[in-house]
């Protein structure tokens, strides 16, 4: 079966030091992952879009990195504006661009001072 | 430009009431999707909408229904409503030849 799992479930860091989520996933033929921010209360942010093994997205402190099983969510130096929860998505439909996108539960990031 | 909006922000009902939900997609988006988020949960995808129809449906039953406007906006009913519907329900908007999604604020339902 088709699945996205997410882990850790929750991260508590120190404001500069750097770690990595990590986001696995069984969909075969992926036509691409996505992660997303989402602060408590709210809809999720995009932040970016991975299509092949390979492929490396960069934003502010966080870069995306995808392998043929998983992806990466690097966080560089956060700062206590960083803390949400990050969720990475798959769409489950082949051969259309019309299709639902598959959730992990999300990892839950808290950056203190 | 103006990103996905949805009404009203927050909503309180009662057990077997029905509720309406309003959604308008990012300017140039003519797609829309709805998902369910519980509490501590990743989104759950209820349907999506393309060219005023139906396109894809996830696993809710027959009481959540939709409707896409010709100016790409959309509406999500919910008929009968039980406790186990509350929740934050999202709206996203893409273009149909890709799947990036962007999604609006959400309409916390509550029901009591």
């Known amino acids: 079966e088709d699945q996205v799992t997410q882990s850790p479930e929750a991260l508590r860091l120190q404001e500069g030091e750097s770690s990595s989520l990590n986001c696995s996933y069984t969909?075969?033929?992926?036509?691409?992952l996505f992660w997303y921010r989402q602060d408590p209360g709210k809809g999720p942010e995009f932040l970016f879009t991975l299509y092949s093994a390979g492929e490396e997205k960069e934003k502010e402190r966080l870069k995306a990195t995808l392998t043929k099983k998983e992806s990466f969510l690097h966080i560089t130096a956060p700062k206590p504006e960083d803390s949400a929860t990050y969720l990475c998505?798959?769409?489950?439909?082949?051969?259309?661009?019309?299709?639902?996108?598959?959730f992990g539960r999300g990892t839950q990031l808290t950056v203190w001072p | 430009d103006a990103g996905v909006t949805q009404s009203p922000t927050h909503l309180i009902k009662t057990r077997g009431q029905q509720v309406t939900l309003r959604c308008s997609p990012k300017s140039g988006h003519d797609t829309v999707s709805w998902y369910q988020q519980a509490l501590g949960q990743g989104p759950q995808f209820i349907f999506q909408?393309?060219?005023?129809?139906?396109?894809q449906r996830g696993n809710f039953p027959d009481r959540f229904s939709g409707h896409q406007f010709p100016n790409y906006s959309s509406e999500l009913n919910v008929n009968a409503l039980w406790l186990g519907d509350s929740a934050l329900y999202l709206c996203?908007?893409?273009?149909?030849?890709?799947?990036?999604?962007?999604f609006g604020p959400g309409t916390r339902l509550t029901v009591l």
């Open positions: 969909v075969s033929g992926l036509r691409g």
């Open positions: 909408y393309y060219e005023e129809e139906e396109r």
């Open positions: 996203a908007s893409s273009l149909v030849r890709n799947n990036e999604q962007f």
């Open positions: 998505a798959v769409p489950l439909d082949r051969g259309s661009t019309l299709g639902r996108l598959y």
